[in-house]
């Protein structure tokens, strides 16, 4: 016990100490008064105290901060990116092989193809009908005079079936698709693309490359070579018409020279021109659509884009199979003038 309680415990009087206080004369009651002392009570802390009087320790010394490691040179191609032009192509290529692969393997989406041959065949006949009856026409005013002013009448036919059939037809039906259909595809797939469309077939478990882009490219491959035949006819056709009704050149003379001139091979690499054509309009539409990023301008670009590539690669796809399929001097001009 400490001294302090028992002082406070003793029994005493109340003239000797001030916190006694006697309530009656015969007995003696004590009576604790709280004390106006209060005692230290130590706090502890949970973080260290940075007293100097406490530690005088001294501090161990930090260690040296490592030396920044000297920055690798940059690379030569570090910063580089392929042009947009070149990364497109590429991709073109790729979307090529994919489609020739999945056409041998069958993986095919008929629905889709029978939904897209009506857009490229019907959808366009109209055009390129149309089309192919006035290049006929107005090629017919080029030349027919001159010929029969040299006496060349029963050419006439022989050189516009040989013109019509492998050159104007296929080359016209291709430029009429690559505005009509090939700007819809780009424009179709850049819309997709832009509003992940495209990634919500991927979620569904459909390949977009099946679903959208192989239906494409074999329907215009597919239909081209069917319009070329039509607007073959339908161009020589008009063309006669116009021969007979304005220069005089008999209809069955144009029509004899003609039937003299062709030869299968003709009409046959016209049909190759076209399916040539087709797959490119489709697949360069196809690629630049499914490339396409930066909202409603980015699908704008990409249109237009498209419609400039499909035409430059259909000219000049046509100069290598002109050379390719029709080399050296031909005779078909000596028949066809009987």
């Known amino acids: 016990m400490s001294p302090a309680a028992a002082l406070l415990l003793r029994p005493t009087s109340a003239t000797t100490h001030p916190l006694l206080h006697l309530s009656s004369p015969k007995s003696v009651v004590l009576r604790l008064h709280p004390s106006r002392r209060r005692l230290p009570v130590p706090r502890l802390s ?15 010394p930090s260690p040296p901060a490592p030396s920044p490691e000297p920055a690798a040179p940059p690379s030569l191609f570090a910063n580089w990116s392929p042009p947009r032009a ?15 692969h999945r056409v041998l393997t069958g993986r095919v989406h008929r629905r889709n193809l029978l939904a897209q041959l009506r857009r490229v065949g019907p959808g366009s006949a ?36 040989l013109a019509l059939a492998r050159e104007l037809s296929p080359v016209v039906t291709a430029v009429v698709a690559a505005g009509r259909v090939g700007s819809a595809f780009a424009a179709e797939l850049g819309t997709m693309q832009v509003s992940e469309q495209t990634d919500t077939l991927r979620v569904l478990g459909a390949n977009p490359v099946d679903y959208l882009v192989v239906p494409r490219v074999l329907a215009c491959v597919l239909a081209l070579p069917v ?17 007979d009704s304005i220069f005089g050149v008999s209809v069955s003379i144009i029509l004899e020279s003609a039937r003299r001139a062709l030869r299968p091979w ?16 489709a697949v360069v539409s196809c690629a630049w659509g499914v490339t396409t990023h930066g909202g409603a301008k980015g699908v ?12 430059v690669g259909v000219f000049i796809a046509d100069f290598a ?15 066809a003038m009987g």
């Not at 003709?266 to 309009?281: E, M, P, R, T």
């Not at 704008?300 to 035409?311: D, F, H, K, P, Q």
């Open 266 to 281: 003709d009409l046959i690499s016209s049909l190759l021109k076209s399916q040539v054509f087709g797959a490119i309009i």
């Open 46 to 60: 949970l973080t260290p105290t940075t007293s100097s009087n406490s530690n005088n320790s001294p501090t161990p």
């Open 86 to 100: 070149i990364w497109r192509g590429l991709s073109a290529l790729l979307l090529a092989g994919q489609v020739f």
């Open 227 to 243: 319009l070329t035949l039509i607007s073959f006819a339908l161009g020589l056709a008009s063309s006669a018409f116009l021969a």
């Open 126 to 161: 109209g055009v390129a009908l149309l089309t192919a009856a006035f290049v006929g026409m107005a090629f017919t005013i080029q030349f027919v005079r001159e010929f029969t002013r040299l006496g060349l009448h029963r050419s006439v036919g022989g050189v516009l079936a």
């Open 300 to 311: 704008g670009e990409s249109t237009t884009s498209a419609v400039v590539v499909s035409l």
């Open 321 to 335: 199979l002109s050379c390719l399929f029709f080399q050296g001097a031909g005779d078909s001009l000596k028949y």
